[in-house]
Structure formats: structure tokens, C-alpha cells
């Protein structure tokens, strides 16, 4: 490591104090789940030190890979945000278009959602230097922003139940639809502030106004699949005590699921949370999202293709009238 890159690392990356549950005043269910998160945190930051210090995108890769395999797609969402920091600074480079072009590729949700880690601690003046192209994709950088001010400022955003109205990003818009897509990762963070106790989960989203718990529930059900920490029994308990918004599980599980399918990261846990929310296996579940994107209407006024997407995942799962739900061997009939 030159001079430059190792000063560049020091001054860019954060303190690993900062990811303890301790420091963040997170509940610990267990020693295991606290190890458990705490090492998700360990791997968002290697990620992003290797990132601060690569002098091109491609030279991060193979510490990325050398990343465990179920904690590997943090590191890449750490490196995410590193290169988007790096972009944000004067003179910054092209690193996050170069990175989802070479190495970040089968990565890319993580990669949106380390975006909008970055665009957390960007000025606003610097939030047109953020690399987000895809139409549909380049909402999960709201997601990302979300679940970063959940974690790192839980008393206002989870205690209180904060959230930013009539947001300025992506400029296009819709303004609207921002505060969802935010609420999402502020549900993907309450996994983490819960410990992965799906009770205590379960209880901080009902203390939401219903309008949000949807949103919330998707993200939980997003975190619960991808980070995992809870047994078969302890996800059977979230989605029987979610009733309508099981739909809303199944979906932020779904996403999970195609993120760890598409990069080859899938696990046991992800297999499991996939039967628990979806009835289907990964593979399954990640082509119902790929088969959910056919068609969008990329120009309606009245829904983000973003959303559109989202509501038909949800509605493979649970259709409208909630006659069936897929399974491993075929369809189930719901409760």
C-alpha cells in the first residue's frame, strides 16, 4: 500500500468502534446474533477501506472476494460507498460507473444501497456526483440513505419516528415517493437495532403510523433474509404477527434473496427465509423479481417503475385476493 492510499484509507474510513452494538446502543438478543452483526460491520468496513485505498476500482476485487461468504455483498456495499465518497470529493473520479462496470456488477442492488450510505454524508451540493443511471435501481440509494440515518441516528428516526418530507433526490423525482423508499431502509436498520429479535422488531414497527408499516415490513423482511440471525421458529413468529403486511415480507425477502442469487452469495439462512416468507426457494424467488420487470412503464407520473416493481413481487406471493402463495413444490394456500 503506497503513501498516498494508506493516507487516503485513514482519513476516509470510519472508526470499526462505531459499527459495535455497544457504541450504537442496539439490543443484543444473544452473543451469537451480537457476532453476528457486529461482523456484518467488520465487513462493510474492510469493504470500504479497501475502496478508499484502491487507486482503480478493479484493484479492490480480490480482498472483496477474499471477504467470508455470507458477509461478502456488505463488503461490496462498503466499497460502494467508498467510491462514491471518492466521487463526491473535488477532483473525484468515475469510480462508481467504473465499479458497477468491472467488479461491482454482480453486486449491483449492494451497490446502489452503498451509494446512498454516501449520500448520507455528502453535502447536498455534491449529491449530483452520485453514479445511479438505472431508472428502476437508482430508488435502493433512497433505501440506503434510509437505513444510514436509522443506524446511525436510531433515537430520532426509530424513537421518534422521524422521517425527511418532500426529498430532493432523485431530481426527476417523484418527491413523493422518496419518503417510502427511505422508510424501507429505515426497516432494513430496525433489524440491526432489534438484534435480529424478531419480536422486539415486530413491536417497533407497530408503534409506526400504519401508513408506514408496509414499507417497514418490507425492509425487515429484506434485512431478516439477507443478514440473517433468527431461527426457522423466530421468522415463522415475524410473518405470523405481520398478518397483511406478510406481503410486504415476502417482497423485501424476495430482493434479498435476487441480491444473494445474482452474486453467488446465496446461504442456508437465505434458503430458509425464503421458505419461511416466499414458500420458494432463492432461485425461485429471484426470478419472480427478474420475471417482474418486464414491462414497467418507465414514464408514469402516477407510479415510480420502481414501485410497479415492488407491487407485483408482492403480489406474486400474495395476490390481490389471497388465494395462493408460491412454494418449493408448487402453490400453498394461505391462512
Not at 156 to 176: I, L, M, Q, T
Amino acid at each position: 500500500m503506497g503513501i498516498v492510499a494508506g493516507l487516503r484509507r485513514r482519513i476516509l474510513t470510519p472508526d470499526i468502534a462505531q459499527t459495535t452494538m455497544a457504541v450504537r446502543g442496539f439490543h443484543v438478543k444473544s452473543p451469537e446474533g451480537r457476532e453476528r452483526l457486529e461482523t456484518v460491520g467488520r465487513s462493510f468496513l474492510h469493504g470500504y477501506a479497501l475502496a478508499a485505498e484502491a487507486r482503480r476500482p478493479d484493484d479492490a476485487a480480490a480482498g472483496l472476494d477474499g471477504v467470508a461468504h455470507a458477509f461478502r455483498g456488505f463488503a461490496y456495499e462498503g466499497a460502494a460507498m467508498a467510491f462514491a465518497v471518492r466521487d463526491g470529493l473535488p477532483f473525484g473520479g468515475r469510480y462508481v460507473e467504473r465499479f458497477l462496470a468491472g467488479p461491482g456488477a454482480p453486486h449491483v442492488y449492494m451497490t446502489y444501497v452503498g451509494v446512498g450510505w454516501a449520500m448520507a454524508r455528502l453535502p447536498r451540493m455534491r449529491w449530483s456526483t452520485l453514479h445511479a443511471p438505472d431508472p428502476v435501481l437508482r430508488w435502493l440509494v433512497l433505501d440506503g440513505y434510509g437505513f444510514h440515518q436509522a443506524y446511525f441516528k436510531t433515537a430520532r428516526y426509530v424513537g421518534a419516528r422521524y422521517r425527511p418530507d418532500d426529498f430532493p433526490w432523485p431530481a426527476e423525482g417523484p418527491r413523493w415517493y422518496a419518503g417510502r423508499v427511505i422508510d424501507q431502509g429505515i426497516g432494513r436498520a430496525m433489524w440491526f437495532v432489534a438484534g435480529t429479535d424478531a419480536r422486539r422488531l415486530h413491536t417497533m414497527i407497530e408503534r409506526f403510523p400504519e401508513d408506514r408499516r408496509a414499507d417497514l415490513y418490507s425492509g425487515a423482511g429484506l434485512a431478516a433474509t439477507y443478514a440473517g440471525g433468527a431461527t426457522e421458529a423466530e421468522l415463522r413468529g415475524l410473518l405470523g404477527a405481520a398478518g397483511r403486511y406478510a406481503g410486504d415480507l415476502a417482497q423485501g425477502s424476495s430482493f434479498a434473496a435476487g441480491a444473494r442469487v445474482r452474486a453467488g452469495l446465496v446461504t442456508e439462512h437465505t434458503a430458509m427465509a425464503t421458505e419461511v416468507f416466499c414458500g420458494c426457494t432463492p432461485q425461485r424467488a429471484s426470478a419472480v423479481n427478474d420475471e417482474a420487470l418486464t414491462g414497467l412503464d418507465l414514464r408514469s407520473a402516477e407510479s415510480p417503475a420502481y414501485e410497479q416493481w415492488r407491487r407485483r413481487i408482492k403480489n406474486a406471493y400474495q395476490p390481490p385476493d389471497g388465494a395462493t402463495l408460491p412454494s418449493a413444490g408448487g402453490t400453498r394456500e394461505t391462512a
